[in-house]
């Protein structure tokens, strides 16, 4: 069986959660490249889709703080980008560093101003 497909017959088990998180951002940052993105934002520092790309590579290169800024962007400016991706992705980012790191204590908090 397929990692992703083993994973979700154990949707409670937290290691079985970490696969799944990291399943996600793989498929959602596949065939981004960051320089494209980058120049993408250069010229537009409100491309939805641009932040989510490099929310994706940075938070799998585990570059956490600058991929839960990015994501947080891509909430703030389009929900509909990879079907709400960038708060799914930021739970996911949230599931692997665990509750109570510091990262996702303030970018929990920052989601929530942002959506409500």
């Known amino acids: 069986a397929r990692a992703d ?3 979700s017959r154990f949707p409670a088990d937290p290691l ?3 696969v799944l998180a990291l399943l996600a951002f ?8 960051i320089a ?3 120049a993408r934002l250069k010229a537009n520092a409100d491309d939805a889709a641009a932040h989510y790309g490099l929310g994706n590579l940075l938070a799998i290169a585990g570059e956490w703080e600058g991929a839960l800024e990015h994501l947080l962007a891509t909430v703030r400016l389009d929900r509909a980008v990879g079907d709400d991706g960038g708060r799914l992705r930021m ?3 949230f599931n692997l560093l665990g509750d109570p790191h ?7 908090r920052r989601l929530a101003n942002v959506i409500f």
């Open 5 to 7: 497909e083993l994973a």
């Open 26 to 33: 793989q498929r959602a940052a596949a065939g981004e490249d």
């Open 16 to 18: 079985a959660k970490r």
């Open 102 to 108: 510091e990262l996702t204590l303030e970018y929990r």
């Open 36 to 38: 494209a993105l980058e």
């Open 91 to 93: 739970l996911d980012a």
